[in-house]
């Protein structure tokens, strides 16, 4: 199983509330349209796994009566706790989600709709998919998703830096399994999961935004675009849980590991002002699917 820094008890996670982006209302209504296509669907409880600081819970809660926000670590969860409005309708379980009904305590048959934000992949799908099959109503909706990267348009030659520092078991790539490198850097071609989904699920949709792969469609529901700086950038990589278990790892680096890879960056493209800002797409993909 993999293993992630997020889960130490002091991981910093309101500097990750502080630096990580949010998911666009398209992206959120196009889950809830598919959830009603099916009338006879209702809204009333919501399941997140691996709910982090709440960035999507906030996003998700409102449409339904009750929200159960679940995460395996316990400084996410404070961080949500004291993030998220004290008088909503969230409760919080401490809960990988390969265990959502014997720690998460959630009924079987109970749930409407499950959702997992940049999180799944910390998870043995297998077993999470038996989870959210025996929690989801019959004909519930699971939809997950995730932003792989950043893509710095006007940078010819960015990714290959971002591969070397952010996936490669060079550096803080290595604190991925192989199986999640896959999972991220060739998402076209995830067709264990499929199988996996199928075992549980129906009506699969799967939809891509990559720039680089010319999939750059502004009307796409996960399209996500900014502006960023190498400074933000560097913001960025230190919500990272890789970096994290790097410099746990690292003690006595002479150079911050995120300091490398944006100085890398800097000097390739001559970059004179670490605040200028440059456009990025986020390489994006979504999953929907209805419990059998
Ligand atoms: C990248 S964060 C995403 C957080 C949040 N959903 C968001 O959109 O920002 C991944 C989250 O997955 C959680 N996590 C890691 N392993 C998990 C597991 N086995 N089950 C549930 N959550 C897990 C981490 O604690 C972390 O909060």
Request: with cysteine; hydrophobic share 35%; proline share 3%.
């Amino acid at each position: 199983m993999p293993s992630t820094s997020y889960l130490d008890k002091d991981f910093g996670a309101s500097y990750y509330d502080r630096f990580r982006p949010s998911y666009p209302n398209t992206l959120v209504h196009k889950i809830l349209s598919y959830h009603n296509e099916k009338t006879e669907n209702e809204l009333n409880t919501l399941v997140e796994v691996g709910c982090g600081t709440g960035i999507a819970t906030k996003l998700f809660m409102n449409h339904f009566k009750k929200c159960i926000a679940t995460d395996a670590s316990s400084s996410m969860l404070e961080c949500a706790k004291n993030t998220l409005p004290k008088d909503s309708n969230v409760t919080y379980k401490l809960a990988k989600g390969e265990c959502l009904v014997e720690d998460g305590k959630i009924g079987l048959n109970s749930v409407d709709m499950v959702i997992g934000a940049q999180s799944i992949h910390w998870c043995d799908f297998y077993t999470l998919f038996e989870q959210v099959h025996k929690i989801l109503k019959p004909n519930g909706t699971f939809a997950f998703w995730f932003y792989t990267q950043p893509e710095f348009i006007e940078l010819n030659g960015f990714n290959e830096i971002y591969y070397k520092y952010g996936w490669s078991d060079e550096f803080m790539g290595k604190y991925l399994t192989p199986f999640q490198r896959h999972f991220f850097t060739k998402f076209t071609e995830n067709d264990q999961l499929m199988d996996q989904l199928k075992n549980h699920f129906d009506d699969i949709k799967f939809e891509v935004s990559c720039y680089s792969k010319g999939h750059s469609d502004p009307n796409a529901p996960y399209y996500q675009t900014t502006e960023m700086s190498m400074s933000d950038l560097r913001d960025l990589v230190k919500s990272w849980s890789l970096y994290t278990s790097w410099v746990k790892h690292h003690p006595n680096d002479t150079i911050d590991i995120a300091d490398r890879f944006i100085n890398e960056v800097i000097e390739k493209f001559n970059i004179t002002d670490e605040n200028k800002l440059f456009k990025v797409q986020w390489t994006t993909f979504y999953y929907m699917c209805r419990n059998k």
